[in-house]
């Protein structure tokens, strides 16, 4: 293994990481080794990847040093924040510029930053379509990722900006999945109204992720990702064969929805009606074939759905 570059993964053991990490240990002759980078090297996850020949590493977000440690000797480097962890727009901002800087320290070659739109450059705080949150963002783990991509830029670090997109994996890790209403029927509930919304597996992008760092062509370019571009109804419908019962599509407004209470309601909210009111951007810039071309086993919503319909707890 001397010979492989090293691919450092913040967020191994998470949706993103854990696919990026499969893709290198799925491909032994691609010249490339994983190294997870965890908070908790004891973790069972943790020692699940280290059992299968991945270099394990423990470091901090918060902390800058320990993370120049971690990637150190490394090739490439794939970074991700985890917003919903701590909601907060300037603490994701903060580890983004401590992975900037020390991917600089540590010399790395290609550097892939998980990162989406800023919604404010189109839909300034003085657009009052939708709220303003948190004082100052319209969709705080949208912006917070977008305003800190300058962190990479300005280290002048060989970076890929990697525009993700809705996981289908929200279906069970955020409660997104089919319903049980007051008659009995199932349904899914998003305010995108009739428009299209761009949505992958969540491993899909970490293999995308792969397919870059293959392609050094790729340095100083924005690549924006979907697995499929789908309407509530056809996710319904979907569904529905999936489960082999039906599963409708229950379109609220945005404003009903950033009503629901629970924990980052608002700022999903915002998400959703930026989805339906600047469809046309958002799933413009996310081509399939670029997203295909870097991972062939890309996969659909109902390939995805065959695989992970029994995560979904039918409620």
Same mark, same amino acid.
């Given at each position: 293994?001397?010979?492989?570059?090293?691919?450092?993964?913040?967020?191994?053991?998470?949706?993103?990481?854990?696919? *990026?990490?499969?893709?290198? *240990?799925?491909?032994?002759?691609?010249?490339?080794?994983?190294?997870?980078?965890?908070?908790?090297?004891?973790?069972?996850?943790?020692?699940?990847?280290?059992?299968?020949?991945?270099?394990?590493?423990?470091?901090?977000?918060?902390?800058?040093?320990? *993370?120049?440690?971690?990637?150190? =000797?490394?090739?490439?480097?794939?970074?991700?924040?985890?917003?919903?962890?701590?909601?907060?727009?300037?603490?994701?901002?903060?580890?983004?510029? &401590?992975?900037?800087?020390?991917?600089?320290?540590?010399?790395?070659?290609?550097?892939?930053?998980?990162?989406? !739109?800023?919604?404010?450059?189109?839909?300034?705080? $003085?657009?009052?379509? #939708?709220?303003?949150?948190?004082?100052?963002?319209?969709?705080?783990?949208?912006?917070?990722?977008?305003?800190?991509?300058?962190?990479?830029?300005?280290?002048?670090?060989?970076?890929?900006?990697?525009?993700?997109?809705?996981?289908?994996?929200?279906?069970?890790?955020?409660?997104?999945?089919?319903?049980?209403?007051?008659?009995?029927?199932?349904?899914?509930?998003?305010?995108?109204?009739?428009?299209? #919304?761009?949505?992958?597996?969540? !491993?899909?992008?970490?293999?995308?992720?792969?397919?870059?760092?293959?392609?050094? !062509?790729?340095?100083?370019?924005?690549?924006?990702?979907?697995? !499929?571009?789908?309407?509530?109804?056809?996710?319904?419908? $979907?569904?529905?064969?999936?489960?082999?019962?039906?599963?409708?599509? &229950?379109?609220?407004?945005?404003?009903?929805?950033?009503?629901? =209470?629970?924990?980052?309601?608002?700022?999903?909210?915002?998400?959703?009606?930026?989805?339906?009111?600047?469809?046309?951007?958002?799933? =413009?810039?996310?081509?399939?074939?670029?997203?295909?071309?870097? &991972?062939?086993?890309?996969?659909?919503?109902?390939?995805?759905?065959?695989? &992970?319909?029994?995560?979904?707890? *039918?409620?």
């Amino acid at each position: 293994m001397a010979d492989k570059k090293i691919i450092a993964v913040m967020g191994a053991t998470g949706s993103q990481g854990s696919g *990026l990490i499969r893709a290198i *240990l799925d491909d032994p002759n691609g010249g490339f080794q994983a190294r997870a980078i965890t908070r908790d090297v004891n973790s069972e996850k943790a020692k699940a990847l280290a059992k299968q020949g991945v270099q394990v590493v423990a470091a901090d977000l918060d902390d800058e040093k320990s *993370l120049e440690r971690a990637f150190a =000797g490394a090739y490439g480097v794939y970074c991700v924040t985890f917003f919903w962890a701590h909601f907060s727009p300037e603490k994701e901002q903060a580890h983004a510029r &401590n992975m900037a800087t020390a991917a600089k320290h540590a010399g790395v070659k290609h550097v892939i930053w998980s990162t989406l !739109e800023d919604t404010r450059k189109l839909v300034p705080l $003085s657009d009052n379509r #939708m709220p303003t949150l948190q004082g100052k963002y319209k969709c705080p783990h949208f912006d917070s990722k977008g305003e800190a991509d300058h962190f990479f830029t300005d280290a002048g670090l060989p970076v890929t900006f990697l525009l993700t997109t809705f996981y289908w994996d929200n279906m069970y890790l955020f409660g997104m999945g089919p319903k049980k209403g007051p008659d009995g029927k199932y349904a899914i509930t998003f305010p995108v109204g009739d428009k299209r #919304m761009s949505g992958i597996a969540a !491993e899909d992008i970490g293999k995308v992720a792969y397919g870059i760092f293959k392609k050094p !062509e790729y340095i100083g370019k924005r690549v924006a990702i979907a697995g !499929e571009h789908l309407t509530g109804k056809q996710m319904a419908e $979907s569904l529905s064969k999936a489960f082999g019962t039906e599963v409708r599509y &229950n379109e609220v407004s945005p404003d009903a929805y950033r009503k629901f =209470g629970f924990p980052g309601a608002e700022d999903l909210g915002n998400m959703f009606q930026y989805y339906r009111d600047f469809e046309t951007q958002f799933v =413009g810039a996310r081509d399939l074939k670029v997203a295909r071309s870097l &991972n062939p086993a890309l996969q659909t919503f109902d390939q995805w759905l065959a695989k &992970n319909k029994s995560r979904i707890p *039918l409620e």
